[in-house]
């Protein structure tokens, strides 16, 4: 019998199962794909374009899912370390993002003191921005992103900033998207402090001394992560396993493929999306099915995009488009990845990935507002079936009870992205916070 089964070879489910088998517990993990890493998945392309540029060609890395994860993050750090990897950072810094407002590129401010300079706001919009320190406090714990934001800076400053962010970052609408699930960190900070504005100032002080924040993936891109755990855990994963059942009996979880039992474990963990994870549980927890369907994202496409210079009405600088303040625009945000990540791109090429809600999308989009030609010289195109879940109002809370009623089964943990947390950071601390709990519990 096994000290932890596992149902999922994502960054979620192979960290927990890093953290696990370093903690000297035996786990196996099982994966319904032929590959592991979830979302995460690269492609390295030779030759990517035809050419006709002399100085150009070379080698491309794509990245179809997350493009990296944020630097200072303790956990991961420990897991290169444990692996043997060595990251790369962005090169570019966080001063040259920009948020598309009115058919111009805005650079995004980072500090009180660039808001209240930002072409974004009206003056009214800044002075109700200035005094966001005397904004009222709420005890309303499902309240928006939006409403959040209404409150604290006020409504011109809601609606412009957090369709940018949420729209660009999440594919999401702010008016319906959970304060507490997906800004945790800020709600935080108001309950510490009574105000935002002067951890504004902390963070930007903070990011200047430090050079910015950076993403950080590896040179031959983001899957080497996923393929370095898996290799670590050689013989715990059991690709092509697509798990159908899951039953608790005799005080142990037991996983079944059309009706064969393939693991037995002590401990069952699910890192795979919410509508699975409720298939998989529909005779524990039915109310899992109405939480999935809360939690039902978009799918996200990314478009790898490759121009030469010469072919530019002008260099594109920065690390590129966070989002829209207009919710109809078709594009979700655009990295400019030969300034973020040159070594990932042919020389003397500019690279856009382009996020997009649609699986397709007209480049002319594009054209006018960057200075594009009519076609690229390559491109390449991904989308990932419910890539980012939406945390609507009150996914907190609905998570907190669903924990509390699955508390009933001994040994039962959710580690999927559908529950908490978006991206790997979040990925990464929830594996090893719930191999922690396990932990504790045996102990």
Not at 248 to 263: K, M, P, Q, R, T
Request: proline letters at 5%; aromatic letters at 6%; charged letters at 20%.
């Amino acid at each position: 019998m096994k000290d932890l089964l596992i149902i999922g070879a994502g960054a979620s489910g192979l960290s927990s199962a890093h953290f696990a088998k370093k903690a000297g517990l035996d786990v196996a993990v099982f994966e319904s794909s032929d590959r592991v890493g979830g979302k995460i998945q690269t492609s390295s392309i030779e030759n990517c374009f035809d050419g006709n540029n002399p100085n150009g060609g070379g080698q491309l890395i794509a990245e179809h899912g997350p493009l990296g994860w944020l630097d200072h993050e303790p956990l991961l750090q420990e897991l290169c370390r444990d692996l043997g990897l060595t990251p790369i950072e962005s090169q570019a810094a966080d001063e040259h993002r920009y948020i598309l407002h009115n058919q111009r590129l805005v650079p995004l401010p980072l500090s009180p003191g660039a808001f209240l300079r930002s072409a974004l706001l009206s003056l009214s919009g800044k002075i109700r921005f200035a005094i966001e320190p005397w904004a009222n406090l709420s005890d309303n714990a499902n309240e928006s992103v939006w409403a959040f934001a209404a409150r604290r800076f006020g409504v011109e400053a809601a609606n412009t900033f957090t369709q940018a962010i949420c729209g660009g970052l999440f594919a999401a609408n702010p008016r319906e998207t959970d304060m507490n699930a997906m800004f945790a960190p800020l709600v935080g900070v108001e309950h510490r402090d009574g105000q935002i504005t002067r951890s504004m100032r902390g963070f930007a002080r903070r990011a200047a001394q430090s050079g910015g924040t950076a993403i950080c993936t590896f040179q031959d891109g983001l899957e080497v992560l996923p393929l370095a755990m898996a290799e670590s855990l050689s013989g715990h994963v059991q690709l092509e396993s697509p798990i159908d059942n899951a039953h608790f009996h005799n005080d142990a979880w037991s996983l079944y493929i059309d009706g064969e039992e393939v693991g037995r474990g002590r401990n069952l963990l699910l890192t795979c999306p919410a509508k699975t994870t409720a298939t998989l549980l529909r005779h524990l927890e039915p109310s899992l099915i109405d939480f999935a369907d809360a939690a039902r994202g978009q799918d996200l496409t990314v478009t790898t995009l490759v121009y030469p210079e010469i072919d530019l009405a002008a260099p594109l600088h920065g690390f590129g488009i966070l989002g829209s303040t207009d919710p109809t625009f078709p594009i979700q945000s655009v990295q400019f990845l030969h300034n973020s990540f040159s070594t990932h791109t042919p020389r003397h090429c500019a690279v856009l990935r382009v996020m997009t809600k649609e699986p397709q999308f007209d480049t002319r989009e594009l054209q006018a507002l960057l200075g594009l030609p009519a076609k690229p010289k390559f491109a390449v195109t991904h989308t990932t079936p419910m890539g980012v879940p939406h945390y609507r109002v009150g996914h907190a809370q609905r998570f907190e009870k669903l924990e509390d009623r699955l508390a009933a089964w001994r040994g039962l943990h959710l580690g999927g992205d559908s529950f908490s947390g978006i991206g790997i950071n979040a990925a990464v601390r929830r594996g090893a916070k719930i191999i922690t709990k396990i932990l504790s519990a045996d102990s």
